[in-house]
């Protein structure tokens, strides 16, 4: 077995990332929003009825779903997560679309992954590299499982790209302090620009690389991505993090909060995010 498809084997000193917005209510708020329309477009070609895919880091399990009726008849979808509370939800929402046969769930580690090589046709991270401790080798553990001729996919933010209007001082403040944050979390806020080297840095030869965004753009939209962040900024772990790190104060994050709610009720207001993906051909 060549090095590129070697078992996961021992932890890495680097794999010490944590999930920096934990499962507060507004943070799963923004992550049912997602589709498999929304946020995997660029993967939707590639999938086939009969197919088996791991849905990597699926949180609540909205695009897991999609997948799921994608790959029907005869798919199967294996959604994990390292967070078990999550998983719950994700089972339920199978359930509530009558798929529950056609998903599995299981608590899991995307730098060590217990299944055997060679086990999916399709393997799925969204917006999960950004988040780990070691993202070239998460991507070897992704390829490790993936059969040859199938598709490693993955798709992430870059917070640094992130664009708004209008100027708004305190979302300046609400950047800079989140990439300190994530940083200091063992994550990475610019992944989307970093996914194509790091697929090459994990042994991908055949890698496709694109981008799409995310843009909120009116009253309705820019009131509800404004207040989940205003909400996410000062209840939600990344807030703990944020103080506990001594990166801010509790009268910082309010402060960003009200800015994030000032610029939400702006007529005028307008936000992108920019997320890259690939598609590697094993």
Do not use: K
Not at 155 to 174: C, E, F, N, S, V
Not at 215 to 226: G, I, M, V
Request: hydrophobic letters at 45%; a negative charge; aromatic letters at 8%.
């Amino acid at each position: 077995m060549n090095a590129a498809r070697e078992s996961a084997g021992d932890s890495a000193a680097g794999e010490t990332a944590v999930y920096t917005h934990g499962h507060h209510e507004s943070v799963l708020r923004s992550h049912r929003w997602r589709t498999a329309g929304n946020s995997a477009a660029y993967l939707i070609g590639e999938l086939r009825p009969g197919m088996r895919v791991l849905d990597v880091g699926c949180g609540p399990g909205t695009i897991t779903a999609d997948l799921a009726e994608l790959v029907a008849p005869g798919g199967h979808v294996t959604a994990v997560d390292a967070a078990a509370d999550v998983l719950e939800q994700a089972r339920a929402h199978a359930e509530e679309r009558g798929l529950g046969d056609a998903v599995s769930f299981a608590v899991a580690d995307v730098h060590a992954l217990d299944f055997p090589d060679d086990s999916f046709d399709v393997v799925h991270a969204h917006q999960v590299l950004q988040h780990v401790g070691d993202p070239v080798r998460a991507l070897r553990e992704m390829r490790r499982v993936c059969r040859p001729g199938g598709v490693v996919a993955a798709r992430d933010a870059d917070y640094a790209a992130m664009t708004w209007y209008p100027a708004t001082p305190g979302l300046d403040d609400w950047l800079s302090l989140y990439r300190r944050v994530a940083r200091a979390n063992g994550g990475e806020p610019d992944a989307g620009r970093h996914l194509r080297a790091w697929a090459r840095q994990a042994g991908f030869t055949d890698v496709t690389s694109s981008a799409t965004a995310w843009c909120f753009a009116d009253p309705e939209e820019t009131a509800w991505w404004s207040a989940l962040w205003a909400d996410r900024t000062q209840a939600s772990a990344y807030a703990t993090v944020a103080t506990r790190g001594g990166h801010a104060t509790a009268a910082d994050l309010a402060a960003v909060g009200a800015a994030w709610h000032a610029w939400g009720a702006d007529p005028d207001a307008w936000f992108s995010v920019l997320n890259a993906e690939i598609l590697c051909r094993v």
